[in-house]
């Protein structure tokens, strides 16, 4: 599959907000990858298809999680996060995408995780600060990420885990796991 394909997949898949926010990450990560010396169509291949299970119906997610084998852990967190793992999977089996930092980038863009490899930051970050987002803390994030990429990407974790704790919600492990490794990195 490549990105032109991809886009004409998930245009017919999501609804009209959801396609539009899809095409903004996409053009954001391919000026981050462009910044960052990461491959252009990776990066968008991955952007357009980070959302592609978004609009499926919550019992529906629920029973891919389960018919894909992926981790039952995912179902004791908020449902928001499950259509990353899910797209990633469904990326693979229907689609054919065998590149893992492709699939890592979709499985991640919600959660992020410990060791993220640069396309999947890109499109972490890039998820974040399209053009669309207006909430608190985006446009320091869309500064950050003028200069380093590792720094925004960890401005984007501290921004998440504080909305959810905000929240009294919970945290899913892997972000913690991003936010430490980040953390101590940028400590020392």
């Not at 469904?90 to 995408?97: D, M, S």
């Not at 699939?103 to 930051?121: D, F, G, P, S, V």
Request: overall charge neutral.
């Amino acid at each position: 599959m490549n990105p032109t394909e991809a886009q004409n997949v998930v245009k017919q898949k999501l609804t009209k907000s959801r396609y539009e926010h899809t095409v903004r990450v996409a053009d954001t990560a391919v000026q981050l990858a462009r910044k960052y010396n990461e491959s252009i169509e990776k990066t968008k291949l991955a952007a357009l298809l980070h959302d592609y299970a978004k609009c499926d119906p919550e019992e529906e997610l629920r029973e891919q999680i389960k018919h894909y084998n992926l981790p039952s852990e995912l179902l004791n967190y908020n449902k928001e996060l499950w259509h990353g793992p899910v797209g990633a999977t469904i990326a693979k089996e229907k689609f054919g995408i065998q590149d893992e930092d492709i699939l890592r980038a979709i499985y991640y863009h919600t959660t992020a995780r410990a060791k993220m490899t640069k396309l999947e930051m890109i499109v972490f970050v890039a998820d974040y600060i399209e053009p669309g987002r207006k909430y608190p803390g985006v446009e320091e994030v869309r500064h950050i990420v003028k200069v380093d990429l590792e720094k925004a990407a960890l401005k984007v974790l501290a921004n998440t885990i504080m909305h959810l704790v905000g929240k009294g919600t919970t945290i899913f492990p892997d972000t913690l796991f991003a936010y430490n490794e980040l953390t101590k990195k940028w400590e020392g």
